[in-house]
């Protein structure tokens, strides 16, 4: 039988606590110290990530495992936290920015959804992708430029590319060699990749989380008198969406993301190659399987980040929830 709004809101509304039950301010001043403490614990996976994605034919790196190794050889634990400085810096805003977006856009989507009568799963995958599509959109502006200066700093001087003395002298160069527009090297593809990123890994979270709970037992048809499930069992019901989305999410976007990452990384050298000749490169090096490259450790970043940043994100909503 398909479910009401006021069926779904009472099935869930012990699990989940809707914006306009937030103090905000404390949401982001709190929320900003928390994401920023999940950013340093799983950086090092994207510099990972990012190498192997620009590795040329010639490099004997071709796995995380020696890539980690070469960091760690040269440069040590710091070398794992290159650009992460820049990355810091425009995190805070960016993520302001995305869970505004989500949050506001999930309460108009749920309610557009909600003639259609459908069953709560498919409600909150419809709503949740919206959602997360629509913040991803917004956040690009920003999210961007930061994401073209850091990569280039995470693999400076790797595979022959260029060393740079910080963020702001890539800034600088890009800049003074191709304008402001330089630093949005990559965005359509970025929109493209991030987006339906975004949006698979909402919309997998969100209905991920109403099958669990319904073969748990608290799905819509449950008796009004059942106990509402300890925190314990909505931590774990939160950490099993997250690692589905993540799944879900890094399968369908890795080869878009890999693309990306080579355009904006080699975006700015003398013979600027297209996105049609990054995926000629990638073909005739690798031939369908280069488009997966770093796959490994995208997999292994989305679901980590996105079950870490998931946890917290919930915790920080019961942290900052206005009593009734």
């Not at 709503?127 to 850091?150: E, K, R, Y």
């Not at 931590?235 to 993540?246: H, K, M, N």
Request: glycine share 10%; net charge positive; proline share 4%.
């Amino acid at each position: 039988m398909n479910t009401p709004p006021s069926s779904r809101v009472a099935s869930f509304g012990q699990t989940e606590i809707n914006w306009d039950k937030l103090d905000k301010r404390r949401f982001y001043v709190v929320g900003a110290g928390l994401f920023t403490g999940v950013t340093v614990a799983l950086y090092p996976v994207s510099v990972v990530k990012t190498r192997l994605q620009v590795a040329s034919r010639e490099i004997a790196e071709r796995s995380a495992f020696s890539v980690v190794k070469g960091i760690l050889k040269n440069d040590g634990v710091p070398g794992l936290y290159r650009g992460f400085g820049t990355v810091i810096t425009g995190a805070v805003p960016a993520r302001i920015i995305f869970l505004t977006a989500l949050e506001t856009t999930k309460i108009s989507a749920f309610k557009m959804v909600a003639p259609f009568e459908l069953s709560e799963p498919t409600q909150a995958a419809i709503a949740n992708g919206i959602a997360g599509m629509t913040a991803s959109l917004f956040s690009q502006a920003v999210f961007v430029p930061i994401d073209v200066v850091s990569q280039k700093l995470m693999v400076q001087g790797y595979s022959g590319h260029a060393k740079y003395t910080g963020g702001i002298d890539v800034a600088t160069k890009i800049i003074k060699s191709y304008g402001v527009r330089g630093l949005y090297r990559g965005f359509g593809l970025s929109v493209m990749t991030y987006s339906p990123s975004s949006a698979a890994w909402w919309a997998s979270y969100g209905s991920s989380q109403r099958v669990i709970w319904r073969f748990l037992g608290y799905g819509s048809d449950s008796d009004a008198t059942t106990a509402a499930p300890s925190k314990s069992k909505i931590v774990l019901v939160q950490a099993a969406g997250g690692i589905i989305a993540g799944a879900t999410a890094s399968s369908i976007t890795t080869p878009l993301d890999t693309i990306k990452t080579r355009l904006q990384i080699m975006g700015h050298q003398e013979n600027r190659p297209s996105a049609k000749q990054v995926v000629k490169t990638l073909l005739a090096e690798d031939g369908w399987k280069g488009f997966y490259r770093g796959l490994g450790p995208r997999f292994f970043s989305m679901s980590a980040w996105g079950t870490s940043m998931i946890l917290t994100y919930e915790y920080l909503k019961r942290l900052c929830a206005i009593e009734d």
